[in-house]
């Protein structure tokens, strides 16, 4: 018995040997790490979009560093619908379309409050309502999933794709006179289905401000 207890003890005493965790039947291995501030990559994906430098021409002390972390929750119950495009969507809202890294998966920042139309050859643009509604959508399924929905108090000015898994949105948020808004940022975490809402105190004069990105981003669109 002493001869077997001193080879199990051996066998198992090595000073390189750690412990595995163990990964339960239907547990994710995915690890996500959660700042509280913006990180190196949300602000790359803004410098690259060209949001920044619009942000800082038009807002005084503009810094990505006052966005913090305000609020986070799981929903894994977002509504779905069937997606089903015209045969001129792609026509004319192909080139505002936001591709995943694989391009399996894109986000459709526009085609809910702005009618997209080719006349003459040129793309016009018409608003449909005050509301905005953000759509992830996987056109291998023909599924279309509600990710952000704003009534009139509230914009999404921009969006896109840190990572395979991750994706981001900027807007504002207005108050309750209409007259001035905060900054906004949602990070949605695809494989958890966990938002993550970001916010800076500062506040965007909003008579000013109004569709101004918008209509940059909308480049060769002539917005009615």
């Not at 995915?30 to 990559?41: A, G």
């Not at 391009?103 to 018409?126: A, V, W």
Request: aromatic fraction near 12%; hydrophobic fraction near 30%; charge should be negative.
């Amino acid at each position: 018995a002493i001869v077997a207890s001193l080879f199990l003890f051996s066998c198992n005493s090595g000073s390189d040997k750690k412990a595995e965790p163990e990964v339960m039947p239907g547990e994710s291995d995915t690890v996500e790490t959660v700042d509280t501030l913006l990180n190196s990559e949300t602000i790359s994906f803004f410098n690259h979009s060209g949001y920044s430098d619009y942000a800082r021409s038009r807002l005084k002390n503009f810094d990505w560093s006052r966005f913090k972390l305000v609020d986070t929750w799981k929903d894994d119950s977002l509504m779905k619908s069937e997606f089903k495009p015209d045969n001129y969507y792609f026509e004319r809202y192909g080139k505002f379309l936001k591709y995943s890294p694989d391009s399996s998966l894109f986000i459709d920042l526009d085609s809910y409050n702005t009618i997209i139309e080719i006349e003459n050859g040129k793309l016009t643009g018409f608003e449909e309502g005050p509301d905005t509604e953000i759509s992830l959508v996987d056109p291998s399924k023909k599924e279309k999933t509600r990710l952000i929905f704003l009534g009139p108090g509230g914009s999404v000015d921009e969006g896109g794709w840190l990572d395979k898994e991750t994706l981001v949105l900027i807007g504002m948020q207005y108050n309750d006179e209409g007259t001035s808004a905060k900054p906004m940022i949602w990070k949605y975490h695809l494989p958890t289905s966990t938002f993550y809402l970001y916010e800076s105190p500062d506040s965007v004069d909003v008579e000013t401000q109004l569709d101004s990105w918008r209509k940059e981003r909308l480049k060769g669109v002539e917005l009615k």
